[in-house]
């Protein structure tokens, strides 16, 4: 296959995802929009473009991974945006997170170019991104993503193709009502746990092994004990997503009564202007009602 990849945004997991690409060998041309950014990339090896528009230009398979759906559409459909650049057979897989129906529109506008797409969100966090374990979950034809294979096993371990377009970002809800939903039950057994004055490691310890454990367990409750509300994944990206999953839910008529709350509760954290924080951050949303406080 052409080794010649493009990777436009170079956030918390674009930045990993990109040198994972580097390291198994792809020619990366790499575009962000703080071009700064691009810079430890291009030390190690990576090609710098000034547009969406030349990513597209000088490659066959284009990656986005920027943050919401107006975001997406702009670097691919907007001036100067892939869309401009992109050749027929090409293929551009968008890993953001966004709206399946938007992905849709999004991937006939392409076809129309003769080009194809694979929406392909990822779960696994900041250190799935780096350690290129990423689970990801991937829409469109069967044929193309068989093609891109080398491509995703550079950046993911379980890597599953879920349907037609529309239908990785449709599987990503899903793995976002499952995440919230956790993380929810992880904040309030700390809590619990601080009130009973035991000892949190060990808590943790004794439960991480049984039917009770969890990636967030494993990987958010040591941050929480310690109080450390540094983002892998921001509470403004969460509630984007769960934005998404309450707006599906609601076309599709399913109530989600315990998702809406956790909702809720990351919305009082936003208006407390708690955006750019850390989703393990939820705690804060639950000490406040029991006025109790997890950790040192
Ligand atoms: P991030 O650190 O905020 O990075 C966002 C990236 O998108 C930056 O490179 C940003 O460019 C770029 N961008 C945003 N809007 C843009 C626009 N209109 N035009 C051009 N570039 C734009 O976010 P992240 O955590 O990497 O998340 C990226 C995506 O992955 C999101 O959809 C998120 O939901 C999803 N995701 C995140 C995680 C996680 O744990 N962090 C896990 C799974 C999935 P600048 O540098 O110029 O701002």
Redesign the pocket.
């Given at each position: 296959m052409d080794r010649r990849v493009g990777f436009i945004?170079?956030?918390?997991?674009?930045k990993p995802m990109a040198l994972n690409l580097i390291k198994a060998g792809f020619e990366v041309t790499v575009y962000?929009?703080?071009a700064s950014?691009t810079e430890s990339l291009v030390s190690q090896g990576a090609k710098k473009a000034k547009s969406p528009r030349e990513v597209a230009e000088e490659t066959t398979v284009v990656i986005t991974?920027?943050?919401?759906t107006p975001?997406v559409e702009?670097?691919i459909l907007g001036k100067n945006g892939v869309i401009e650049g992109v050749k027929p057979d090409s293929v551009v897989i968008d890993m953001?997170?966004?709206s399946p129906e938007a992905t849709r529109r999004i991937a006939s506008r392409l076809k129309e170019k003769g080009a194809h797409m694979l929406d392909a969100?990822?779960?696994g966090?900041?250190q799935g991104a780096i350690e290129g374990t990423l689970s990801i979950m991937v829409g469109g034809d069967a044929e193309i993503f068989e093609r891109c294979q080398p491509i995703f096993q550079a950046m993911g371990k379980n890597i599953i193709h879920v349907g037609q377009n529309g239908m990785g970002q449709t599987v990503k809800l899903i793995n976002q009502i499952l995440a919230a939903g956790t993380l929810n039950a992880v904040a309030e057994a700390l809590l619990f746990a601080q009130k009973s004055g035991v000892n949190l490691e060990k808590a943790i310890e004794a439960v991480k092994g049984g039917a009770a454990s969890s990636w967030q367990l494993i990987n958010l409750a040591p941050r929480i004990i310690k109080r450390d509300f540094r983002p892998?994944?921001?509470i403004d990206?969460m509630q984007?997503?769960l934005n998404l999953v309450m707006r599906t839910a609601d076309e599709m008529k399913v109530p989600l009564p315990a998702t809406s709350l956790i909702h809720q509760m990351y919305y009082s954290l936003q208006c407390a202007g708690e955006c750019k924080i850390g989703t393990q951050d939820l705690v804060k949303a639950l000490e406040r009602l029991s006025g109790v406080q997890v950790g040192k």
């Open positions: 945004g170079l956030g918390i997991m674009g962000n929009r703080t950014k991974m920027v943050s919401d975001d702009s670097v953001s997170t966004i969100p990822v779960s966090g900041e892998g994944f921001m990206l984007k997503d």
